[in-house]
């Protein structure tokens, strides 16, 4: 069993940063496409971005330019740097691992999820 453990959630003012973590547990995680999404109070959850076990990332226009997810396989963490962070990004984030599927966007392709970290920015 794998346990996700997101953290670095806070209330940050727009144009401001943040950076999250995505701790596992249980497994080694190398291998696999780690993804997070945020779902917004009212709305249904979204792909933030990826990266794969080889370490290519995907992300979707909304963020792209703006968030960088990296991976440090020696502490089995993932991150997920948000930069110039606008109000319209204020939302529980989750991380989530997908163990063999390529499709890295699909919500109901990924096998482990954390609980969320609830990331507010102010305008």
């Known amino acids: 069993q794998v346990q996700l453990v997101e953290s670095g959630g806070g209330l940050v003012q727009a144009g401001g940063s943040l950076r999250l973590s995505c701790a596992a547990s249980g497994r080694t995680l190398s291998s696999y496409t780690m993804g997070w999404f945020r779902q917004a109070a009212g709305k249904e959850r979204e792909f933030v971005g990826a990266?794969?076990?080889?370490?290519?990332?995907y992300y979707p226009d909304s963020v792209k330019g703006r968030f960088t997810i990296s991976r440090d396989n020696a502490k089995n963490t993932v991150y997920l740097q948000m930069n110039s962070l606008k109000p319209e990004d204020t939302a529980v984030y989750y991380c989530?691992?997908?163990?063999?599927?390529?499709?890295?966007?699909?919500?109901?392709?990924?096998?482990?999820w954390g609980q969320g970290t609830q990331v507010t920015v102010s305008s």
């Open positions: 989530a691992a997908n163990v063999d599927s390529t499709w890295y966007s699909i919500i109901e392709e990924y096998d482990y």
């Open positions: 990266i794969s076990g080889s370490g290519d990332t």
